[in-house]
């Protein structure tokens, strides 16, 4: 059984790899990108250290977790909702956090404009794309994006603020870049458009193996758990 010390000693040797590992990435960022720390299955202590040195965006992907940090964690943040949205979620989940990045159709679309509305609140989002087009996976297909967009774009409490995509799971990250390469030629597609209620502002792409060369596709917004948290122990 650990000591008392003993387990001073390792919080404390946590939260300083931690500030490092954050400080260490902050550092090697390009400008106007921008990085998002995703802490599922992290304490709040572990968040609230991220926070503390210099994380701005806490990416969350379980509701009941988030809720949970937020309401012990006093330091200011942004909180994006990164995980699979539920209808049965989305009163919830509009109400705590500030953008959603994971809105794949029509019909989620309509439960948050609806949510939002009855709080007077305007949702920023993203769409999430399928860039690898797998059928087990959520998101939108790349070539029927834009006629989503167009459909969200008028609904008054929902405001679409850019594109978001997870990638397959490959070994070797590299040969994540044509999926990266593909979503930000949609992006650029769409900033094109100037569809009405619609801001092309961020590109969220790469996580803790990938980000690199997410950023040479043009993300300007990276989503990072492993590189600053360590592995998940729950």
Known sequence: MLS??????????????????VKK???????????????????P?????AIRAGIKIIGENYLQEASEAKEKISLPAKWHFIGHLQK???????QIFDMIETIDSYDLAIEVNKRAKNIGKIMPVLIEINSGKEPQKAGIMPEETIDLIKKIGPLKNIKILGLMTMGPWLDNPEELRPYFALT????????????????MRYLSMGMSDSYH??????????????????????
């Open 213 to 234: 060369i997410a950023i040479e596709e043009g993300a300007n917004l990276i989503r990072i758990g492993t590189k600053i948290f360590g592995p998940r122990k729950r």
């Open 45 to 49: 202590e572990e968040i609230e250290e």
């Open 25 to 43: 990435i902050l550092r090697e960022l390009p400008p106007g990108v921008e990085l998002e720390a995703a802490a599922k299955g992290h304490t």
């Open 184 to 199: 930000r030629r949609l992006f650029e597609e769409i900033t094109a458009l100037n569809i009405p209620n619609v801001e």
């Open 4 to 21: 008392a010390l003993d387990k001073y000693v390792i919080i404390h040797q946590r939260t300083f790899m931690i500030a490092e590992n």
């Open 88 to 94: 049965n979620k989305v009163k919830k989940v509009v």
